[in-house]
């Protein structure tokens, strides 16, 4: 069966700018969780979301959101762009929360470039 | 506070040449312990976790790690690397709390030359 699925693959957006991310989790999967990935600081956690709901949060401003759709589908969203925000945004999912392991799954992630 | 160090950002290396890759983590509770590896423009994938039991650890492509509770560390090590296995490295946590949510370190990106 298909994989994690991200899109768009590239993004350039200019400061001031919003952009929504997409994942679409495999099949079956109801838990989607999102990461950002910058050098030198690794992963971090921004936020899971389990039958539409947002489960656990990150430590990042209320301009990075988030939402999941019935079909498990998830979306994220950042306004008000900065620099700093360029990056590669990773989702994951996995049949429940919390699942973790071999039971977690990644996709290629969206590399934000904002200029 | 918990955290996690990967000490090394870039470990270069010849082929057919042994690699430690470094992690230590700092937790005031229990603590599940894995290595992910990422290839260039692909997603992360597991190579090993420890979760209890023995402290050595065995994962796919040949990699090893030793959990050692003292000095609260997990390295990742191969005897043997290729030039297949140039990647970036993360070593990450899960604290067995309420939390529950993967903690990684800022990863440790290996360069095999031939």
């Known amino acids: 069966k298909a994989g994690v699925t991200q899109t768009p693959r590239y993004l350039i957006k200019t400061r001031g700018q919003q952009v929504t991310l997409s994942c679409s989790p495999i099949?079956?999967?109801?838990?989607v969780s999102w990461y950002q990935q910058t050098p030198g600081q690794g992963l971090q956690f921004l936020f899971e979301?389990?039958?539409?709901?947002?489960?656990n949060k990150g430590n990042f401003p209320g301009r990075f959101s988030g939402r999941q759709f019935s079909n498990s589908r998830s979306e994220m969203n950042v306004s008000t762009l900065e620099l700093g925000d360029s990056a590669l945004y990773l989702c994951a999912s996995s049949y429940e929360p919390g699942d973790q392991g071999e039971k977690l799954f990644f996709g290629s992630g969206t590399q934000l470039s904002v200029l | 506070a918990q955290s996690v160090t990967q000490l090394d950002s870039q470990v270069p290396v010849f082929e057919e040449a042994p690699v430690e890759l470094r992690c230590n983590y700092s937790?005031?509770?229990?603590?599940?312990l894995f290595w992910y590896v990422q290839y260039p423009n692909q997603g992360l994938q597991l190579l090993l976790k420890?979760?209890?039991?023995?402290?050595l650890v065995k994962g796919i492509n040949g990699f090893e790690a030793e959990f050692n509770k003292s000095q609260t560390s997990f390295h990742l090590r191969k005897p043997s690397v290729h030039i297949s296995d140039t990647a970036e490295y993360f070593c990450?946590?899960?604290?067995?709390?309420?939390?529950?949510?993967?903690?990684f370190g800022s990863g440790t990106r290996l360069l095999v030359r031939p």
């Open positions: 979301y389990f039958s539409e709901t947002q489960r």
């Open positions: 937790s005031s509770v229990s603590v599940y």
């Open positions: 420890y979760l209890s039991g023995s402290t």
């Open positions: 990450a946590v899960i604290r067995m709390d309420s939390s529950y949510k993967l903690i």
């Open positions: 099949s079956g999967h109801r838990s």
